[in-house]
């Protein structure tokens, strides 16, 4: 793909999964589209105008967080006690600075929330209760539990827990959001997640995730997006990775890290790397799920094993390409 010096590049996805073109219908296809239009515009925005890839990185997935349709902020899938706990990390490139959040609940854009850690703590890693009082310290945006309620994705938890044979729980009050555009989510098959990477003019990478997990999660599980390394890796010595699927997998094989090194240790283009990741070492593991990619010289990739996977990318010298569905660009 693209080899523009100096110039920028832009990946967004919003999810894997059991995305073919017979489950969507016309109007969610629709949607899916404007609105991963809508964050890698975003994204574009910033870089166009010298931003930084880390600053496109966060504008875009807080688009994709702030969107009804994605499971990542509003719109997050239920635990199996009716609550979110979400999950979301940022790296930059430049430094090997990390910032990253797990289980959640208060702060409207987790993806900030992993910012603030990276830039404004000492540490990586915030975990539940703690990072939520952190988020506060902080003064970022908070919002109530019922801010991110999505009708579809309640009973998304009733049919997992049904499944399941477990007690359905309460149901939490709430639904800020427009029903109406909430209303054509897609229930991807118990996931979902929303990410982007980013080259600046400045030839720095950056990756962020962002996630509500899976449905029904149950005992504090937390995924691989907020786990530097599984999900999410950046370095300007190689790649910037966000990945989506299925957590337990993408945490042991180190996904993002794992490309990483194909591409700085071996030489690997960033396609090549990419591809051996996804379609050799997680599918021979039994893993099914995707990643986006970009790499300082321009280079942008993705790769995923499933039907579907939500996707855009852009870049200075390329026009918006929107995705869905495996046969697609
Ligand atoms: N990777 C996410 C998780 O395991 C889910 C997904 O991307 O679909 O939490």
Known sequence: MSEAI???SLVVHGGSGVIARADLKPEQD????AALARAAQAGAEVLRVAGTALDAVEAAIRVLED?????????????????VELDAAIMDGATLAAGAVAGVGRAR??????????????????????ADAF??????????PGYFFVERRWRALEKQLGREGLAIPARPAGGSADQTLAALAHDEGKRGTVGAVARDTHGDVAAGTSTGGTTGKRWGRIGDSPLIGAGTYASNRSAAVSGTGEGEYFIRLGVAHAICALVELRGLSLQAAVDRVIQDELTALGGQGGVIAVAPDGQMAWSFNTSGMYRARVADDQAMTVAIYKDEA
Not at 30 to 33: C, K, S, V
Not at 67 to 83: E, H, I, K
Not at 135 to 144: E, F, K, M, N, P
């Open 30 to 33: 629709t949607a899916y589209r």
């Open 67 to 83: 969107d009804p349709l994605f499971n990542a902020g509003r719109g997050s899938v239920f635990t199996a006690d009716g609550r």
């Open 6 to 8: 100096p110039g920028w």
């Open 135 to 144: 988020a506060l310290s902080q003064g970022l945006d908070r919002v109530d």
């Open 109 to 130: 854009n987790p993806i900030s929330l992993a910012r603030a850690v990276m830039e404004r703590s000492d540490h990586v890693l915030l975990a539940g209760a703690g």
